[in-house]
């Protein structure tokens, strides 16, 4: 599994995913955070935010996109590598990302670190809380966080890595 990792071998994905049940991949994934909202603090251009700027209403932050309500036979070892019908957000990747880079503990993503109210003048500090933690071995954390390290040094992305420090 290193060396798949390391060197992104799509074949022995493909060969997991069509041996993995969808449903279970689905319960590991969601953990994850992928198929819920991430609570970003932003908030999309829609009618509700212009409501909202105007003083006229409220919009909902961190929409995401669901899980796919059904299963294409032969398409499945497309998800294995990330590919085919896939319902996620760069967001909802980067905090997946984020969350086995701190051993497994989420934690809401943020664009700011602090607001400051343009009448009071007063600065709110954001205060990073975890959300959840994904109950996963930290042997197993520790495995996947080596070999994304070696993506880096002597994988498929040493090249671009040769001279960072």
Known sequence: MYKSIVASCDTYYYVLASETDIDDTWRFMSQLGFGRKTGIDIEASSPACCRRASGSGSASPGRTIARTPQVVP???HLRGIGQGYNSFTPIQLAHAMATVANDGVAFRPHLVKSIRSL???EIREIVREPSYTVPVKPEHVAFVKNA???VARE???A???AKAA
Request: proline share 0%; hydrophobic share 35%; glycine share 26%.
């Open 159 to 161: 090249r671009a890595f």
């Open 74 to 76: 032969g398409r499945q």
């Open 148 to 150: 994304l390290v070696g």
């Open 119 to 121: 009448r009071s003048g």
């Open 155 to 157: 994988g498929t992305a």
